[in-house]
């Protein structure tokens, strides 16, 4: 059974569309995160969401906003994509829980975004 | 400003020998450390954590690492190489609770049969 799954697995679309990625988790996780792969690859944390509260917010362009619908859920929207936006975007999920239980993230497949 | 460090892009070691991948971390107050790895076209994986308690820590397909505060280091360490454990390695800083993870740059480590 998958634990963070992730659709689609790839995704090619035109500079200025809108498009969305989904991301669902079946561990039964508090917190749900969207993390950017870029090519060199480097990862860096775009937001986390707790019971469906934006917890952090790092500083990505409003282009991007996170959507839960519910708590085993965290989707991904992006307007207006750019060039730029060409990575793979990973989901994680974390447990909530006592101190070490808390910290430790599972992370999804991976999301491969091109931009043309 | 928090961040971590992998000094070595790539750690090519041959299959049966030892391997070490290095973390070094700048962080305020007690940092929770964690290591993952990620194998081509997948997810990253949880390998193992250091939160409190016995400096050295186990964790999967045989990994361990060794926190040291003084040195500021968390590298990963392995008596065996096997093939199968070429990947990319990351390791990862939780500054306190509730604050974001910050992830080091990877490091690519080839295991030569």
């Known amino acids: 059974d998958t634990a963070v799954s992730q659709t689609p697995k790839y995704l090619v679309t035109q500079m200025g569309n809108d498009k969305s990625i989904k991301c669902e988790q079946n561990l039964g996780h508090d917190t749900m995160y969207w993390y950017k792969q870029d090519s060199k690859k480097f990862l860096k944390i775009m937001f986390s969401?707790?019971?469906?509260?934006?917890?952090i917010n790092e500083t990505v362009p409003n282009r991007f906003s996170p959507k839960s619908p519910d708590k085993a859920h965290l989707n991904l929207h992006i307007n207006s994509l750019e060039l730029g936006d060409s990575a793979v975007y990973f989901c994680?999920?974390?447990?909530?829980?006592?101190?070490?239980?808390?910290?430790?993230?599972?992370f999804g497949p991976g999301t491969r975004l091109l931009v043309l | 400003a928090q961040s971590v460090a992998q000094p070595e892009d790539q750690v090519n070691v041959a299959e049966g020998n030892p391997l070490t991948v290095k973390c070094t971390y700048s962080v305020s107050g007690n940092p929770y450390l964690f290591w993952y790895v990620q194998y081509p076209n997948r997810g990253l994986q949880f390998l193992l954590k250091y939160i409190t308690g016995d400096n050295l820590v186990k964790g999967s397909y045989g990994f361990e690492a060794e926190f040291n505060k003084s040195q500021t280091s968390f590298h990963l360490k392995k008596p065996s190489a096997l093939v199968s454990d070429s990947a990319l390695y990351f390791c990862a800083v939780r500054p306190s609770y509730g604050q974001n993870f910050v992830f080091g740059p990877g490091t690519r480590l080839s295991v030569l049969p």
């Open positions: 994680a999920s974390s447990p909530p829980g006592t101190l070490g239980l808390q910290e430790t993230q599972y």
């Open positions: 969401y707790n019971n469906k509260e934006l917890i």
